[in-house]
């Protein structure tokens, strides 16, 4: 049996998480009437009974589940807000309706709009900041936008461009060498090498990545790979 740096990084994460006052829950959402069998579940963290502080979505971008992403912030903002954590669906422990076509960044929002009307305690006219990262900053930005600011506001988007153009995209390939055909290529990493070339344009320090062994950016690569296809093909 080999190594696999997986389960302590989820071991680190959810510490982090339980450190913070919050624990996992499970919503199941009302199915919607064309919708067919099946429903829609929503995996996220919050502290457990109704909100005694102002509440805080974080939402997260690509990658295995929330936890990975948020454990160095939910220490620090759960002084201050009520901090809820879902995974997004597909990702993690959420996962839509399975007669449901793949979910796009509208679909992802009105799903974590379900899911604050179905938090406990949580009152239908409370006003919800919000903040996302990467692909989060995109769903957080369609939730703002079919929201309102009346129920979602401030809004924090990080590492999200929205308004990037396909020019965009041929400069970052042309950044990237040259290789790939489409920045989906590339930003979907299927083997160790695309991943470690996608690391060495996103991290400031680059002998970061050459420290890495290729074994456990293949072993982020398989956790990662089955479900990103889905969302970067329909958003």
Same mark, same amino acid.
């Given at each position: 049996?080999?190594?696999?740096?997986?389960?302590?990084?989820?071991?680190?994460?959810?510490?982090?998480?339980?450190?913070?006052?919050?624990?996992?829950?499970? !919503?199941?959402?009302?199915?919607?009437?064309?919708?067919?069998?099946?429903?829609?579940?929503? *995996?996220?963290?919050?502290?457990?009974?109704?909100?005694?502080?102002?509440? =805080?979505?974080?939402?997260?971008?690509?990658?295995?589940?929330?936890?990975? /992403?948020?454990?160095? /912030? !939910?220490?620090?903002? @759960?002084?201050?807000? *009520?901090?809820?954590?879902?995974?997004?669906?597909?990702?993690?422990? @959420?996962?839509?309706?399975?007669? @449901?076509?793949?979910?796009?960044? @509208?679909? /992802?929002?009105?799903?974590? #709009?379900?899911?604050?009307?179905?938090?406990?305690?949580?009152?239908?006219? #409370?006003?919800?900041?919000?903040?996302?990262? $990467?692909?989060?900053?995109?769903?957080?930005? $369609?939730?703002?936008?079919?929201?309102?600011?009346?129920?979602?506001?401030? %809004?924090?988007?990080?590492? $999200?461009?929205?308004?990037?153009?396909?020019?965009?995209?041929?400069? +970052?390939?042309?950044?990237?060498?040259?290789?790939?055909?489409? #920045?989906?290529?590339?930003?979907?990493?299927?083997?160790?090498?695309?991943?470690?070339?996608?690391?060495?344009?996103?991290?400031?320090?680059?002998?970061?990545?050459?420290?890495?062994?290729? +074994? =456990?950016?293949?072993?982020? %690569? /398989? !956790?990662?790979?089955?479900?990103?296809?889905? *969302?970067?093909?329909?958003?």
């Amino acid at each position: 049996m080999g190594f696999s740096f997986l389960p302590v990084m989820e071991y680190l994460s959810r510490r982090a998480f339980h450190a913070a006052g919050l624990c996992p829950h499970t !919503v199941t959402l009302p199915r919607d009437p064309g919708e067919g069998s099946g429903a829609t579940t929503i *995996h996220y963290w919050a502290p457990p009974g109704e909100p005694r502080l102002p509440p =805080l979505l974080l939402i997260h971008g690509f990658g295995p589940m929330a936890t990975w /992403q948020w454990r160095l /912030q !939910v220490g620090p903002f @759960s002084r201050r807000f *009520h901090v809820v954590v879902p995974d997004l669906l597909c990702f993690g422990g @959420s996962s839509p309706c399975p007669s @449901s076509p793949p979910p796009s960044e @509208s679909a /992802q929002a009105a799903a974590l #709009a379900a899911l604050l009307a179905a938090l406990p305690g949580l009152p239908a006219t #409370a006003r919800v900041a919000v903040v996302g990262t $990467s692909y989060g900053g995109f769903v957080a930005y $369609s939730l703002a936008r079919a929201a309102g600011p009346a129920r979602v506001g401030p %809004v924090v988007i990080s590492n $999200s461009d929205l308004l990037m153009t396909a020019e965009d995209d041929r400069a +970052f390939l042309e950044r990237a060498g040259g290789e790939w055909a489409s #920045a989906a290529d590339l930003l979907m990493p299927l083997d160790a090498r695309t991943a470690r070339r996608l690391m060495e344009l996103s991290f400031y320090r680059k002998q970061v990545t050459s420290m890495l062994p290729d +074994f =456990l950016i293949r072993e982020g %690569v /398989q !956790v990662a790979h089955p479900f990103l296809p889905l *969302h970067y093909t329909n958003n």
